[in-house]
Each structure stands twice: as structure tokens, then as C-alpha cells.
């Protein structure tokens, strides 16, 4: 049974930085592309960044300059690392994988909480 299991999310204000972390089980991990994605309220969830199997990384826009995605194969985890956090990057965030072939994300965490104050 595939988990991904989210954690880091919190309160901050604008301009502090924040990681959050999602560890995976029960799938090979380092044959799936990881992914990040946000929901803000009364939004739609929206694309944040992935990081390949094999090792490329695509950010929104949004995103750009500010957040860095990374992976641990050997610890099965994924990481957004957020600087330079501003009032609208407040959002749930979710960690997704999906298969090395695949076009969708087929696994989704339950996601973490992330609120920047201003």
C-alpha cells in the first residue's frame, strides 16, 4: 500500500523560510517523479515543482527563484525548500507521485498546512 505522508507545513511570516517534507512507502521511489502541489482557499490545487526519476526539476512560475525541490532515494523523501515566503504561497500543500511512464499523478499525500502572515 503506497503512503506519502507530508510534514513541515506551519505558521510564518512573510519573508521567513520553510521546509516541508514528504516521505513515501510502499512504492519504489526512485523510479517515480515527485511532486509538489498547492491549494489555497476557495482555489484549485495548482502545479508547485517536480523532480524527475531521472533527476530533472520544473518549477511554476509563482514559484520560481524562491523554492527549491530536492529527493533522499536513499530515505524515500522529497523536499520543498521555500524562501522569501510571501502571504500568497498560503496553502495546503501536497506531495503526489506518479510513474516514470506515467503522465499523472497517481498517489497523493493528505497534505500540510502552510500559512504566511504579512
Known sequence: QVQLVESGGGLVQAGDSLRVS?????????????????????????????????????????????FTISRDNALNTVYLQMNSLKPE????????????????????GQGTQVTVSS
Request: hydrophobic share 35%; charged share 15%; glycine share 10%.
Open 22 to 66: 514528504c516521505s513515501a512507502s510502499g512504492l519504489t521511489f526512485s523510479r517515480y517523479t515527485m511532486g509538489w502541489f498547492r491549494q489555497a482557499p476557495g482555489k484549485e490545487r495548482v502545479f508547485v515543482a517536480h523532480f524527475t526519476w531521472n533527476g530533472y526539476t520544473y518549477y511554476a512560475d509563482p514559484v520560481k527563484g524562491r
Open 89 to 108: 504561497d498560503t496553502a495546503v500543500y501536497y506531495c503526489a507521485a506518479r510513474g516514470h511512464a506515467a503522465t499523472q499523478y497517481v498517489y497523493w
